[in-house]
C-alpha cells in the first residue's frame, strides 16, 4: 500500500509559479507511474500529467504543456509538480495518484487506473 501526501500549494497571482510535492510512504514507489490530477470548483477531476515509473516518459494535458513540467525522486519517493505561467483557470485542488504498472515506460490518463491518491493541495490563482 502506498499513502501519498501533497504539499505545496497556495494562492499565486496569475502568471506566477508554484511547485507542488508528492511524497510517497513505502518502498515500492517505483513500481508505480504517478500523475497529478485537479479538481476545480463545480467541475469535475481531470488529468493534468503522468511521469512512468522509470520517469523516462511523461504525459501533459494540452491545457499545460509547455508550462507545468513533472518529475521524479525514487531515492526520496516524490514526485513533482513545477507549475509556470499560472492562470486564474488553473484554480483547483491538486491531487497525485499512484498507478500501479508492469511496465517501465508506461503512463495512462484515466483516473480509474490509479490505486491510490493524496489528499489534496489547494492552489489557488488570482487575477
Known amino acids: 500500500q502506498v499513502q501519498l501526501v501533497e504539499s505545496g500549494g497556495g494562492l499565486v497571482q496569475a502568471g506566477g509559479s508554484l511547485r507542488l510535492s508528492c511524497a510517497a510512504s513505502g518502498r515500492t514507489f517505483s513500481t508505480y507511474a504517478m500523475g497529478w490530477f485537479r479538481q476545480g470548483p463545480g467541475k469535475e477531476r481531470e488529468f493534468v500529467v503522468a511521469i512512468s515509473r522509470s520517469g523516462t516518459t511523461t504525459y501533459y494535458a494540452d491545457s499545460v504543456e509547455g508550462r507545468f513540467t513533472i518529475s521524479r525522486d525514487n531515492a526520496k519517493l516524490t514526485v513533482y509538480l513545477q507549475m509556470n505561467s499560472l492562470k486564474p483557470e488553473n484554480t483547483a485542488v491538486y491531487y497525485c495518484?499512484?498507478?500501479?504498472?508492469?511496465?517501465?515506460?508506461?503512463?495512462?490518463?484515466?483516473?480509474?487506473?490509479?490505486?491510490?491518491w493524496g489528499q489534496g493541495t489547494q492552489v489557488t490563482v488570482s487575477s
Open positions: 495518484a499512484a498507478d500501479r504498472v508492469l511496465q517501465s515506460t508506461v503512463v495512462r490518463r484515466s483516473a480509474n487506473d490509479y490505486d491510490y
